[in-house]
């Protein structure tokens, strides 16, 4: 069965909206008397968005504390939905909570390998030792691969904060829950020198926008899939800034230019998703307060879930 599942977690980000994402796609459906949402399972994850108001003592991972309850709650909502065989569609604020659906499906299939599929303008490869800004929704790749990377290290972070982080890691009793061989990258062009250095040491496939032109975007999808071909799960994570924000929209918390058209995005989806192995699909970092053209960021969004259920529903 599809479900969907909707995460208003904004806890990670540095810029608040994103906790609107949800809904404003799927108010973006209501206006347009799209039925994709209607007489459909949609189940609500719990947050710990009230931790905004509180002050944050871990400066080099924001409210940390608070994303280890999200990540446990979170990630068990996915164990229990992938056990009883649901396809899940989620639709997830900030791009932290990525890492816990990562744990939610090592946890109902810890036997299987898991490729991830990124797509993004951020690698996220951040951890409490490197990260600039502090935000946890630069991190959750560093969590799912077990990541400290302190041969980059520029930050010592508190033994609270340490503590949580290891949280992180071993949410679900797997640590590390994904090999950086089973990860591929789509549309990442602003990696700062700390993630830059986990991408070459362990030669982290990335498929640049640039890539994605010459080759078209079937390919690369393609390409993608094959080069994930010993897994046996495929979760694809869409991060919207990985679209180009003079092509669609601002709408999102840290855009960047020079990214995917929507229809470029809409045919990598297309493709990830016919093939058998991809039962997951998240959609993060919609946020219709920065978005300058109205609910236009969220209305692209629609359209790429929409074609990604049907897809999913059909295969």
């Known amino acids: 069965m599809l479900k969907y ?17 949800p809904m404003a796609i ?4 209501a206006a347009d008397e799209n039925p994709l949402f209607r007489n459909q399972s949609v189940e609500e994850i719990p947050n710990e968005n009230s931790a905004l108001f509180e002050v944050d003592s871990t400066p080099h991972a924001k409210r940390i504390d608070q994303v280890v309850k999200v990540y446990q709650q979170h990630s068990d909502v996915i164990y229990r939905n992938m056990d009883m065989g649901n396809t899940l569609v989620i639709l997830s604020a900030d791009h932290a ?12 299939h810890p036997e299987k390998r898991l490729g991830v599929i990124w797509i993004d303008a951020h690698a996220d490869l951040h951890s409490p030792f490197t990260t600039p800004s502090g935000n946890v929704h630069g991190m959750p790749l ?20 340490c503590e949580s982080w290891e949280e992180l890691k071993n949410t679900g009793g797997i640590s590390p829950k994904l090999n950086p061989t089973d990860l591929v990258f789509i549309g990442v062009r602003d990696a700062e020198r700390e993630e830059a250095y986990i991408m070459n040491e362990d030669r982290i496939v ?3 926008v640039s890539d994605v032109r010459a080759a078209g975007a079937v390919e690369t999808a393609h390409k993608s899939l094959e080069y994930l071909s010993e897994c046996d799960l495929i979760y694809v994570s869409f991060d919207v800034d990985s679209m180009d924000p003079s092509m669609v929209s601002h709408g999102t918390g840290t855009p ?33 307060l920065l978005d300058e053209k109205k609910n236009y960021m969220a209305e692209t969004a629609l359209l790429l879930v929409e074609a990604s259920v049907n897809v999913l529903e059909n295969k």
């Open 26 to 29: 799927r108010l973006a459906a």
């Open 142 to 161: 560093a969590i799912s691969l077990a990541k400290d990377n302190l041969a980059m290290q520029r930050n010592n972070p508190s033994e609270q904060c």
């Open 5 to 21: 599942l909707i995460q208003k977690s904004e806890i990670g980000a540095g810029t608040r909206g994103s906790s609107l994402g």
């Open 256 to 288: 960047v230019k020079d990214g995917l058209s929507a229809k470029e995005a809409e045919l990598i989806l297309t493709t990830l998703l016919k093939d058998e192995r991809a039962n997951c699909v998240e959609f993060v970092e919609v946020n219709p």
């Open 206 to 208: 990335n498929h640049k």
């Open 97 to 108: 909570s990525a890492g816990a659906t990562i744990a939610g499906i090592r946890m109902a």
